[in-house]
Nanobody, 123 residues
Framework: QVQLVESGGGLVQPGGSLRVSCAAS????????MSWVRQAPGTGLEWVSG????????AYADSVKGRFTISRDNAKNTLYLQMNNLKPDDTALYYC????????????????WGQGTQVTVSS
């Protein structure tokens, strides 16, 4: 049974940092490109970042470039997103997904998806 379980979300003040994680099981994590996708209230899915299966190449949306860092530990089947200098506009439900959405709109029928972890940036 495929599972992606996100964790680490929470409430943080503007300018603060947070690291979210995604634990994978039931498929060959180390062979899959992985992405982080977010959805703010009342909006559609927005691709945030992606990383190749070996972790050697990463990509970021312009809105988070320079503030967010994606990484993975294939020995632990875990994906990470380190988020620094958070802004209120970063408030969203953050999903991990086993697909590359850098050049196409994210859709939940592509790849495996977790249930998401809520990140709220507010003073």
């Amino acid at each position: 049974q495929v599972q992606l379980v996100e964790s680490g979300g929470g409430l943080v003040q503007p300018g603060g940092s947070l690291r979210v994680s995604c634990a994978a099981s039931g498929f060959t994590f180390s062979s899959n490109y992985m992405s982080w996708v977010r959805q703010a209230p009342g909006t559609g899915l927005e691709w945030v970042s992606g990383i190749t299966s070996g972790g050697d190449t990463t990509a970021y949306a312009d809105s988070v470039k320079g503030r967010f860092t994606i990484s993975r530990d294939n020995a632990k089947n875990t994906l990470y997103l380190q988020m620094n200098n958070l802004k209120p506009d970063d408030t969203a439900l953050y999903y991990c997904a086993s697909a590359n959405f850098e050049l196409r709109p994210p859709k939940k029928n592509r790849g495996y998806w977790g249930q998401g972890t809520q990140v709220t940036v507010s003073s």
